[in-house]
């Protein structure tokens, strides 16, 4: 039995595999726990080792590739034409060994540790906020049953609640009070929380030299550095910079039919945390960019003089992804004057 491919669907204790030859003929077949699946692995000949890009892919294509196997993650809407009959693991293995085959099927980075590391603390804090946020919206609905409204934003609720909770004339009943004060309390333990996290992901561009590399782009500070680090890593897997913009949806929407193109809005594909963030550094950028006289400021007044504010920002963000790209994947800080180019 050679095996040249191999496709795995990925479950939490049982794996199915496939395995195909040099002419793609299935000539393995068998389901294993997670354990087996590894010591499958370590004895099997070096191969393709190809599997949809999901919770704990990265951990075993990285146990794959120490074992001499060339592991590759695949979009899983894209592995998905692949499936024949009836779906089951089987055939979802079968689907997936079959789309590794295809020489132009793109494929998903492997993420290291550290990536994933960060990647989860950037998505713990998220959740807080969310958190945060909810519970806030809640507190307002509360109190506003009994008259008592609160303007918008956080901040003014964290001036508000001592004084509504102290003030007996309010005609608060006890035990809505007292919920009161509970959601007050998770407020200060979730602001805590969130502080505490953002420090440590500020701390990550002191031993991390990709992201402090990063942090020498205007616009680009420690969260939006560490956040590209996560999603990209080194960035090597785009062939230049404008890949990385449109894999970020910062380029235009393309329709185009019976030769005549269309260009519509930003495609917003790919991660949507991070081209916010990329979006929100450029309009921080916007803001200042009257201040200096270098070439990408001569940039960012000619694009504002010929498009709305909110395009511009756009058009800057994607610029700085291409930037972030050139300096991830040359090991260079930033410099203005080829940033224009």
């Known amino acids: 039995m050679s095996i040249a491919t191999l496709g795995i669907d990925l479950g939490k204790t049982s794996m199915h595999i496939v395995g195909l030859d040099a002419s793609g003929k299935p000539v393995h077949r068998k389901k294993l726990t997670r354990t087996a699946l590894i010591r499958f692995l370590s ?8 599997m949809e890009s999901c919770a704990g892919s990265h951990d075993i294509a990285r146990k794959a590739d120490a074992m001499g196997h060339d592991a590759v993650l695949l979009p899983a809407q894209f592995v998905r034409p692949y499936t024949k009959g009836q779906k089951n693991d089987n ?7 079959e789309a ?10 492997i993420k290291d540790a550290t990536q994933q590391e960060i990647q989860f603390l950037h998505r713990t804090r998220q959740g807080w906020i969310k958190q945060r946020t909810e519970t806030a919206n809640r507190v307002r609905a509360m109190l506003l049953e009994f008259s008592i409204t609160v303007p918008k934003r ?3 609720l964290r001036r508000a609640l001592p004084g509504i909770l102290e003030d007996a004339e309010n005609d608060l009943p006890d035990g809505v009070r007292q919920l009161v004060a509970d959601h007050w309390q998770q407020l200060q333990d979730l602001d805590d929380k969130i502080a505490d996290i953002t420090q ?3 701390r990550i561009p002191v031993r991390d030299a990709r992201a402090a590399r990063l942090m020498s782009i205007p616009g680009i500070g420690p969260m939006i550095a560490t956040a590209m680090v996560a999603a990209v890593g080194d960035g090597t897997q785009f062939t230049q910079g404008r890949g990385l913009s449109a894999w ?3 380029v235009p929407q393309q329709f185009t039919t019976g030769g005549k193109p269309r260009l519509l809005g930003i495609s917003k594909r790919g991660n949507r945390y991070l081209r916010t963030l990329l979006i929100h550094g450029a309009r921080a950028v916007l803001q200042q960019a009257h201040r200096g006289d270098d070439a990408l400021r ?5 694009v ?5 504010r909110n395009k511009a920002a756009v058009a800057l963000a994607n610029k700085l992804a291409r930037v972030a790209w050139a300096v991830l994947t040359r090991g260079e800080t930033f410099r203005a004057s080829a940033a224009a180019a």
């Open 200 to 202: 440590r992901v500020e």
């Open 154 to 156: 956080i901040l003014n």
């Open 43 to 50: 004895n099997l000949a070096p191969c393709r080792v190809a």
């Open 91 to 97: 055939s979802d293995a079968e689907a997936i060994a």
């Open 304 to 308: 504002n003089g010929r498009v709305h």
């Open 100 to 109: 590794a085959t295809r020489p132009t099927m793109p494929t998903v980075s």
């Open 248 to 250: 970020l949806g910062l």
């Open 298 to 302: 001569r940039w960012i007044q000619q």
